[in-house]
């Protein structure tokens, strides 16, 4: 069950369904899902406040299934998160965004895509050495690769996130922390960890124009990022009022709906085509 929040975002509730016949179905679908292709990732541009030119990409996960429809990831990315199945469910969505980058290095469009990871793989001590190998496969450099984590994810075991992570950000792959402001993170662990931008989570930013909390939410992280020597982009963006206030408070970047909605890679080289300076 998907509960609709007040901001229109499903809320995922584990205790209700976690072991329902569908959630359990669904789990043991997944594998041939990646096989059989059935999985597909969608992009969503991210753009520069200042000039409107796009900065990169964020992949999300869709299922195709083939008596279901389309099935978006909150109906079954909980369960995988849980599951060993997460370390071959985000190298195929690390792979998978790698080959579209290539494509689009190739078409002359150099895009950056990010790649949402879960708490799981930040347990995972080979994830680095994982990584880099796919970057040599698809020849892509490590720059052109971001991993956005949430601050959950980094809470679960601090210590060997912060290992996996400088790993990674050693090798030239970019950090971002997402859905800023609604996990527990402290600053000290903030401060230590190699990350080179915050998301502020859309629940702070689809408001703002009418929550004078939320705006102050949102100018608060903007200036704590661009203290601690960060980048800052708000999520959520689904109109043009949000986009002109994040401008004025100094924001760099900015993803949402307003901007353009996930859409499948072949529509992306389109989009890029116009966006690309
Ligand atoms: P997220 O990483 O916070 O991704 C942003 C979600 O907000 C996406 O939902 C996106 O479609 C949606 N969104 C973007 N702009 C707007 C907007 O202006 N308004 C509204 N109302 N929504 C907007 P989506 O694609 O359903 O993904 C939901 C969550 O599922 C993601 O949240 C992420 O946590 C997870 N997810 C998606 N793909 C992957 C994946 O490949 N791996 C992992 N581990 N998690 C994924
Ligand atoms: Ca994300
Ligand atoms: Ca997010
Ligand atoms: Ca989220």
Known sequence: ??????????????????????????????????????????????????DGNVIGVEALIRW?????????????????????????????????????????????????????????????????????????????????LELEITESAIVADPGRALDILTKLHDR????????????????????????????IDASFVSDMTEDENDAIIVRSTVDLAHNLGMNVIAEGVEDRETLDILKVLDCDYAQGFFICRPIPAADVTEWLRQHTP
């Open 172 to 199: 030239g792959v970019h950090i971002s922390i997402d859905d800023f402001g609604t996990g527990y993170s402290s600053l000290a662990h903030l401060k230590k960890l190699p990350v080179s931008s915050l998301k």
């Open 1 to 50: 069950v998907a509960k609709k929040s007040h901001h229109g975002y499903a809320v995922y509730q584990p205790e209700l369904d976690m072991h329902s016949p569908r959630q359990l179905s669904l789990m043991s679908q997944i594998e041939e899902a990646m096989q059989l292709e059935q999985l597909a990732l969608y992009f969503q541009p991210k753009i520069r406040l200042q």
């Open 64 to 144: 195709h299934h083939p008596g279901e429809g389309l099935i978006p990831p909150g109906e079954f990315i909980p369960q995988v998160e849980r599951s060993t199945l997460i370390r071959p469910f985000t190298l195929w969505v690390i792979e998978h965004a790698l080959m579209q980058c290539r494509q689009w290095q190739d078409l002359g469009l150099p895009t950056k895509v990010a790649v949402n990871i879960s708490a799981r793989n930040l347990l995972d001590s080979e994830l680095p050495d994982d990584v880099e190998k796919l970057l040599v496969k698809h020849r892509v450099t490590p720059d052109y």
